[in-house]
């Protein structure tokens, strides 16, 4: 092999090398660093008995690239066409080794950047949606805090204006509790009775609702004047009374209990009268409701011939009298305006009445008991004058 052999191949390879070099990327410079390293590894085609190759002409220029080419062009001819043709084959074949197309080339790109990032991206995604879910609970947990402050302060104001007032704020409805009645106690109902809940004329109009700032009654309210009831011939005296604020002590039925909570009693007073001769005993109740449709509802509980209610009446407040606990007795209820009164006569020993017009009379006279209500009646009157 001769020299100029020697140096064509030798210029021939560090030509593909500066070509490999330019089309490798950037980030694929490994790759053409294992590329050259092969090459500089290659076994030489340099015969020793030829002598020693050539010194290595300095790195061309691109004049001297130029001037390459035409010298091949010059020298090329029909012996040299077949190798230049292999050799150039070789360099299609390295040079598509070593070159990266681009999908590639982008998918190394990301797998570099994925590789240094690690685990990054996904504790990125997990830090921001905690830090949205901490906003989001920081925006109501505010509203909340800002709700109860709201309700605090509209709380102290009704309780300041309450202190300050002395009023209450809503409407004015009794806490009347139900008390159960004792056991083994009568249940004993009227065989006559006579409820009158219809005030055509309006009577009791002026005391139709109870007052706000009504009084509960008393006994000096209730009872003042009427310890002694006297009409004609027959004449009554107390023996018992009584001023309670549980109304439902003094009645049995838990429909007739529950009517009287509905309608806002605050307070019933009752007592016991009888002649002097022991012979009929008469009992008055009376309940102060919160209005005339609250009295009447109560009536309509009262009554034993209505069979749309629960049985219900009066407790006897002396057990020892057996007119109040067996036998027959009487009734006659009465709606004056707020207030229900109860007139419950009977023989003390229970038995039939006689003839005669006793029982009936007993019955006026027991009326006479709810004198207080006319007086109130009265009073309403004039200071609507």
């Known amino acids: 092999m001769s020299d100029s052999d020697s140096g064509g191949r030798a210029r021939r390879r560090r030509s593909r ?14 790759v053409a660093e294992e590329t050259e390293e092969a090459e500089s590894e290659a076994p ?37 066409d077949k ?10 074949s390295t040079a598509s080794a070593g070159e990266m197309d681009p999908v590639s080339k982008f998918s190394a790109s990301a797998l570099s950047r994925v590789t240094v990032l690690g685990d990054r991206p996904t504790e ?34 009704v309780l300041i204006y309450q202190l300050v007032s002395g009023e209450t704020i809503g409407p004015d409805r009794a806490e009347t509790a139900i008390v159960d009645p004792p056991e083994g106690h009568s249940t004993l109902v009227p065989e006559v009775f006579q409820g009158k809940e219809d005030n055509e004329e309006d009577v009791f109009e002026p005391i139709a ?26 004449k009554l005296t107390m023996r018992d009374s ?7 002590a003094l009645v049995w039925g838990e429909e007739l209990a529950q009517t009287l909570v509905d309608g806002s009693c605050t307070s019933a007073a009752s007592a016991v009268y009888k ?11 009376l309940f102060d409701l919160e209005d005339e449709s609250a009295a009447m509802a109560v009536n309509n509980a009262l009554d034993p011939t209505n069979y749309e209610t629960e049985p219900g009446f009066l407790l006897p407040r002396d057990t020892s009298i057996d007119g109040l606990r ?3 007795s009487q009734a006659t209820t009465q709606v004056m305006g707020h207030y229900l009164a109860v007139h419950w006569v009977a023989r003390t020993d229970g038995a039939d009445p006689e003839e005669g017009t006793a029982m009936a009379e007993v019955n006026v006279v027991a009326m006479n008991a709810s004198e207080s209500v006319y007086k109130e009646l009265r009073d309403a009157r004039e200071a609507q004058e």
Do not use: W
């Open 44 to 80: 030489d085609d340099h015969d020793p008995s030829e002598g020693p190759p050539a010194a290595a002409p300095p790195p061309p220029t691109r004049r001297g690239r130029k001037g390459t080419k035409g010298r091949k062009s010059r020298k090329g001819g029909p012996g040299r």
């Open 275 to 285: 002649d002097p001769d022991d012979q009929y005993v008469a009992q008055f109740a």
């Open 326 to 328: 067996q036998g027959h």
């Open 17 to 30: 090398r500066a070509r490999r070099s330019r089309n490798l990327p950037v980030d694929d410079a490994g």
């Open 124 to 157: 990125v995604v997990y830090k921001l949606a905690e830090q949205s879910q901490r906003k989001r609970g920081t925006v109501i947990l505010g509203t909340l805090l800002a709700m109860c402050a709201m309700a605090l302060v509209t709380l102290a104001g």
């Open 83 to 92: 190798p230049a043709a292999k050799n150039g084959a070789g360099q299609r």
């Open 209 to 234: 609702e109870r007052p706000d700032d009504a009084e509960p009654l008393t006994e000096d309210r209730v009872f003042a004047g009427t310890e002694e009831l006297e009409l004609d011939d027959m």
């Open 242 to 248: 009584e001023v309670t604020d549980t109304c439902t």
